[in-house]
């Protein structure tokens, strides 16, 4: 999912239009390799800067960017494209959006371009945006975002409440007491995205693999999030949200942020995509997230995939480049965005990144330590995805009962993957 979900936004109807035109300018016309991408501001002028400097270096393979009008749908519009017979040769898309794109003509199988070149260095990427990438252990993407949730946390408002800052060593009882006494007086101990779509399911998954469970079987065939660790995470989000009352539960329009500036929420469980939108004048921590079984938190890579052979011979060496170690730690100082390769954590410069952006180190031991699993890349991913995202909002809002709701989902996920 990227990537963090919170920080893409809705299509206006100017984009829209904007991405009409765009479709119908795909690779050929100029001769140039198209990019589609969905960046704005720094991440925008950050890009057009570096590829300038690959079309100054590479006249033989020119680079165009093309903005695609914002994320958003992004998969829908390239599958428009190929309808057209004028798709770009490379798209960022959503990890969530890889599975739609497999098992098309245009779309390069990468396995042994990317693994069978040394100086790519694939096994350097973080695992959760080589997971990403992979569809039935072939390369599909090259990692273009990895991101990860962490606990963002207003350190004011504790120090005010006499609580103890998080530590790397909190657990979930410690985690919904001091949300609990947070609460109050218009105020919440946390947030909640509670509108049943992904950006609802995947703060879920994380609590389930903290308490141990498994979103699926082992071999993928059945639900299995109506264990006992699937019951243990949903009974904390039901305790905090129906009982304590210490969960604002946000529409999905994302005013927890705001919020949040104005001291009116505590912690929020979110990724790197929002520390820009916090107030300069609002002091927070960020710390791993609060543990059962493990600490273990979600990432939302996205990637960039390829399609024609034009694709293969041309867009690749300038992906390659572009994501190497040195040039990716440039596009990250300028953005924020965080390493994708272990190796750029390594290089001279990177104490001048934690410098800059001190707040993501969290986010990074996250990749290192933490990131243990993965969404799976399956078709039945977007169906699973809804069906979850129903129970857990119904738990939040107190209209079910915690195992209820497992119990009902499960059948629904079970009959979605038996009729694949």
Not at 198 to 225: C, N, P, Y
Request: with cysteine; glycine share 10%.
């Amino acid at each position: 999912m990227g990537t963090g979900l919170s920080r893409r936004t809705v299509l206006t109807m100017g984009a829209a239009l904007l991405m009409t035109a765009a479709c119908g300018t795909g690779s050929g016309g100029n001769g140039k390799i198209k990019v589609w991408h969905g960046y704005t501001d720094a991440e925008a002028a950050a890009l057009g800067k570096l590829t300038d400097r690959w079309n100054t270096a590479h006249p033989e393979q020119q680079v165009e960017l093309v903005f695609n009008g914002g994320n958003d749908n992004v998969l829908q519009k390239t599958l428009a494209s190929f309808a057209s017979g004028n798709p770009p040769e490379v798209a960022y898309q959503y990890g969530s959006s890889i599975t739609g794109l497999t098992g098309r003509a245009q779309t390069q199988d990468l396995t042994e371009l990317v693994k069978g070149d040394a100086e790519f260095r694939w096994d350097d990427l973080f695992a959760a945006g080589r997971e990403a990438a992979t569809v039935n252990g072939k390369i599909y993407g090259i990692p273009a975002l990895v991101d990860n949730l962490s606990l963002v946390y207003n350190k004011k408002l504790f120090d005010d409440a006499g609580i103890a800052r998080p530590t790397e060593s909190w657990t979930w009882d410690d985690f919904r007491s001091a949300a609990r006494k947070l609460t109050g007086d218009g105020r919440y101990g946390w947030a909640y995205v509670n509108d049943g779509t992904e950006d609802t399911v995947w703060r879920f998954l994380a609590l389930l693999w903290q308490a141990g469970g498994d979103l699926l079987s082992a071999d993928g065939k059945k639900a299995a999030f109506a264990s006992d660790a699937g019951r243990q995470a949903m009974q904390l989000l039901r305790d905090m949200a129906v009982t304590d009352k210490s969960v604002y539960l946000d529409a999905g329009d994302q005013q927890y942020v705001n919020l949040f500036n104005s001291g009116r929420i505590g912690m929020l469980w979110t990724g790197p995509w929002d520390l820009s939108a916090i107030n300069d004048d609002v002091s927070y921590g960020v710390q791993i997230l609060p543990g059962k079984v493990s600490h273990a938190t979600i990432a939302g890579p996205d990637t960039f995939v390829v399609f024609g052979d034009d694709g293969r011979e041309n867009a690749l060496p300038f992906l390659k480049w572009l994501l190497s170690a040195e040039i990716h730690l440039e596009f990250a100082m300028e953005t924020g965005h965080l390493p994708i390769r272990q190796s750029e954590v390594d290089l001279p410069k990177y104490a001048e990144y934690e410098e800059k952006y001190p707040a993501a180190k969290v986010f990074v031991e996250n990749l290192e330590k933490n990131v243990t699993k993965s969404r799976p890349n399956i078709p039945q991913y977007p169906k699973i995805s809804q069906v979850l995202g129903t129970a857990v909002q119904s738990v939040l809002l107190g209209q079910a009962e915690p195992q209820a709701a497992l119990a009902q989902a499960a059948a629904e996920v079970d009959q979605a993957l038996a009729g694949s």
